[in-house]
Nanobody, 118 residues
Framework: QVQLVESGGGSVQVGESLRLSCEAS???????MGWFRQAPGKEREFVAA????????FYADSVKGRFTISRDNAKNTLYLQMDNLKPEDSAVYYC????????????WGQGTQVTVSS
């Protein structure tokens, strides 16, 4: 069964932190995973990704130095530590296996809302 369950979002002030979690079904074992976000009226965008072993990480320029992606493969869980949050980080955050094209995604979880207020 394909399943992604995101959690950990909330409403915070500028400069504060949040830690998102994504519980993935066994379908995603052995695969690279990533975080994506979608703000109202905007396309979903890439945030961060890492390899199955966690040895390689990739970040969008807008979050470099503030966000850290990690995973616990024993728990099939992906994390995103978000520090020094800014209002432009407000969005619904999703996890998924990174793919080449938007149309390649057949499934998305429900996401978790992050709201940053100034």
């Amino acid at each position: 069964q394909v399943q992604l369950v995101e959690s950990g979002g909330g409403s915070v002030q500028v400069g504060e932190s949040l830690r998102l979690s994504c519980e993935a079904s066994a379908t995603y074992r052995g695969l690279p995973m990533g975080w994506f976000r979608q703000a109202p009226g905007k396309e979903r965008e890439f945030v961060a990704a890492l390899s199955w072993t966690g040895g390689k990480t990739f970040y969008a320029d807008s979050v470099k130095g503030r966000f850290t992606i990690s995973r616990d493969n024993a728990k099939n869980t992906l994390y995103l530590q978000m520090d020094n949050l800014k209002p432009e980080d407000s969005a619904v955050y999703y996890c998924n296996e990174p793919k080449a094209r938007p149309e390649d995604y057949a499934y998305w979880g429900q996401g978790t809302q992050v709201t940053v207020s100034s």
